[in-house]
């Protein structure tokens, strides 16, 4: 099992582009999350899934859009990308109801120039 | 909403212990979760408290105290590979992480 995978890696984007990050898990997990991590601060939640199809907003989800259309997928999109979404994105997911461990992908770090 | 207090950092010499406390406010309240982050590396699981009391996991220990909206990590017989940062997350069906302790293993 690879577990929770993050595309892309890395990657520097100009203000007003537009780009989405994949995340995708091969554990059947129900639900899936995404994370932001800024330097010297926690994991703060941005949307997540708790089922395929479905979608809601977490501590700081402006800017952002996701979908999950298929149940290992979870995509983030950023629709006009601006300095302060300069960060590492975690993507996450767990069993469900009752399990409540999560896995972690690898993250991806973005850079907003 | 959830808001987590930890301290910023500890640093200990390796065979010593350390307690990280984490003091918790939350709207909702199913547990404790305690993750480990390498290097800015994926964090990874350490150790969930549903109910108060003490749960050992090796070399870590994890205790809750819900009415005192407490918990705490104990890392004991520390290692070098044991420096990381060390993250509280209350869990209301999603995780709200606290900022997170850096742990400095000395030899």
């Known amino acids: 099992n690879a577990g929770v995978t993050q595309t892309p890696k890395f990657r520097v984007l100009k203000t007003g582009q537009s780009m989405t990050l994949l995340c995708a898990q091969d554990?059947?997990?129900?639900?899936m999350y995404w994370y932001r991590q800024d330097p010297g601060m926690g994991l703060r939640l941005i949307h997540y899934?708790?089922?395929?199809?479905?979608?809601a907003k977490g501590e700081v989800p402006d800017g952002y859009n996701v979908s999950r259309l298929k149940k290992q997928n979870f995509l983030l999109g950023l629709e006009s990308a601006a300095p302060s979404q300069t960060s590492v994105y975690f993507c996450?997911?767990?069993?469900?109801?009752?399990?409540?461990?999560?896995?972690f992908g690898p993250g991806t770090r973005l850079l907003v120039l | 909403g959830q808001s987590l207090e930890q301290p910023s950092e500890v640093t200990a010499v390796e065979g010593a212990i350390v307690q990280i406390n984490c003091t918790y406010q939350?709207?909702?309240?199913?547990?404790l979760s305690w993750y480990q982050q390498h290097d800015g590396g994926a964090p990874t699981f350490l150790s969930y408290?549903?109910?108060?009391g003490l749960e050992e996991t090796g070399r870590f220990s994890s205790f809750l105290s819900r009415s005192d909206s407490y918990g705490y990590l104990l890392l004991q017989e520390l290692q070098m590979k044991d420096s990381a940062s060390y993250f509280c997350?209350?869990?209301?069906?999603?995780?709200?992480f606290g900022a997170g302790t850096t742990v400095t293993v000395r030899a």
């Open positions: 939350t709207s909702g309240f199913y547990g």
């Open positions: 996450a997911s767990s069993p469900g109801q009752g399990f409540w461990t999560q896995y």
């Open positions: 997350a209350a869990n209301d069906y999603k995780l709200s």
């Open positions: 408290n549903a109910l108060d």
């Open positions: 554990m059947n997990h129900e639900y």
């Open positions: 899934s708790v089922g395929e199809g479905t979608t």
